[in-house]
């Protein structure tokens, strides 16, 4: 699978934002993705200690790269910086959370249930990039469990077997996920806020090169 939208997408992004997200080289890499390889670890900044143990299919990682790619989709980082703007955005995210788990929860047939997962992909991401662009500076064990909850939140999206066992799962996941936004919401200060900002172009060329480097 040879990924040369990606010019044309950066191209599109350029018209809406004059620039690209920092970071976002790796993601723009042209590589062949091995689809009978996975994953068996992110990376959020690049030192060891910023590994997040996971396993997906590099099939599953390599879209989830794409969506990362275009991050502005996903999360806008132009509220990073701002204390007062980036607790507004976890708000959002974690309003996005509580409709998601009540549509989950009132979902009674494996394509609902299938459904309401999938429509929290950008929300799980956003949550993710929110939490180690910020959670990281404040707790490296609250970002790392915000991400790895994100991460499975995604991957319960596209999965098409036990919908029940999905289901399940991703009501834990979601559980996790805005307890730990809501810790990292209430830490946020103005230095908190103005740090995340450089941090965010690490963390999304961290994640990336870890998927690129196991995939290829």
Same mark, same amino acid.
């Given at each position: 699978m040879q990924r040369n939208n990606h010019a044309a997408a950066l191209i599109i992004v350029g018209w809406i934002l004059a620039t690209p997200a920092v970071g976002q080289d790796d993601c723009l890499a042209t590589y062949s993705v091995n689809t009978t390889k996975s994953v068996a670890y992110l990376s959020i900044g690049p030192s060891a200690d910023d590994r997040i143990s996971t396993t997906l299919s590099c099939s599953v990682a390599d879209a989830m790269r794409d969506r990362l790619f275009l991050t502005f989709h996903t999360f806008d980082a132009n509220v990073l910086g701002s204390a007062t703007q980036l607790r507004a955005k976890i708000s959002q995210i974690r309003m996005r959370l509580a409709e998601g788990r009540t549509e989950l929860g009132a979902a009674r047939t494996p394509a609902t249930q299938l459904g309401a997962i999938q429509s929290l992909k950008h929300t799980v991401l956003a949550a993710g990039l929110a939490s180690a662009a910020t959670g990281c500076i404040v707790s490296a064990a609250t970002c790392k469990r &915000?991400?790895?909850?994100?991460?499975?939140?995604? !991957? /319960?999206?596209?999965?098409? $077997?036990d919908n029940a066992q999905a289901s399940?799962?991703?009501?834990?996941?979601?559980?996790?996920?805005?307890?730990?936004?809501?810790?990292?919401? &209430?830490?946020?200060?103005?230095?908190?806020?103005? !740090? /995340?900002?450089?941090?965010? $172009?690490?963390?999304?060329n961290s994640i990336c090169a870890a998927i690129r480097q196991q995939c290829r």
């Open positions: &915000a991400v790895g909850a994100s991460v499975a939140l995604y !991957q /319960s999206g596209l999965n098409v $077997g399940t799962q991703a009501q834990m996941e979601m559980n996790i996920l805005d307890s730990m936004l809501q810790s990292i919401q &209430a830490q946020i200060t103005d230095n908190v806020a103005q !740090q /995340s900002k450089p941090r965010f $172009g690490t963390v999304l």
